[in-house]
């Protein structure tokens, strides 16, 4: 089988597991591909329009740590097709994941699309740039009238991404995309209420004569 992640995140361990459950069989008969070692255009329009994600990185220790990254939609830049770019913003100044990298460079990132209920898994290997290390890259991370500090850049090389299916995920909106939905709304309402006080008006000049 050709399939980048699995091929990742099958240890031994979760082999048992599989084998315990009886899906063992399911993987090793897997003949499709899905290496997805390189990003297409889909997943390009997919985090263009992402505005967070989640990153994990892990400790010294062997402790998984999941943080939020947030910014403008898109911020986490495609650089080419097996590595994206994002600025880190400061933040509480405890340096979790940029120490976790520093020590291991190995992250996996969850991105959510839930009005289309989608989300993309990604593996990388995460490389700290001061900001000025790149001049390049600093220009195509930073995003003009964004109010935030950044203070490093992280460059990301894929080793594998896969997608999930839509199961559990539940469609959330965000302000602004209700607001889109509901503009239309409260145009007809607005005409509506102008027609009806015009009427109101007319109403009153024929019961006043
Ligand atoms: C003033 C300030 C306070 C914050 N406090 C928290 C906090 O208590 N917990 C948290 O998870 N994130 C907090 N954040 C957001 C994190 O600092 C931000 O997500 C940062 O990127 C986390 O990086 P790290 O978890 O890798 O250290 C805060 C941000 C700011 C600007």
């Given amino acids: 089988m050709s399939y980048g992640f699995l091929d990742i995140a099958m240890t031994p361990s979760v082999r048992a597991a599989q084998a315990e459950m009886g899906a063992d069989a399911q993987w090793e008969a897997f003949s499709g ?16 329009a992402r505005d967070s994600f989640y990153m994990a990185s892990v ?66 290997h995460v490389e700290k740039l001061a900001m000025d290390a790149n001049p390049a890259l600093t220009e195509l991370v930073m995003d003009e009238g964004y109010k935030a500090r950044a203070e490093r850049i992280f460059r990301l090389r894929l080793e594998a991404f896969d997608w999930n299916c839509p199961q559990h995920i539940t469609p959330r909106f965000t302000e602004r995309e209700i607001e889109q939905a509901v503009r239309p709304l409260h145009e007809r309402l607005a005409q509506l209420e102008a027609e009806n006080a015009a009427l109101q008006e007319r109403l009153g000049k024929i019961g006043d004569a």
Wanted: hydrophobic residues 40%; aromatic residues 14%.
């Fill in 33 to 48: 591909n899905r290496s997805f070692d390189r990003f297409t255009a889909n997943e390009a329009t997919f985090l263009a």
């Fill in 59 to 124: 400790s010294e220790d062997g402790w998984p740590y999941v943080q939020h990254r947030g910014g403008p939609a898109g911020f986490l830049k495609m650089v080419d097709d097996r590595t994206l770019a994002f600025a880190d913003y400061r933040g509480n100044r405890q340096y979790i994941s940029t120490g976790n990298l520093a020590a291991n460079d190995r992250a996996c990132l969850i991105l959510m699309d839930y009005p289309r209920r989608a989300r993309l898994k990604i593996y990388a």
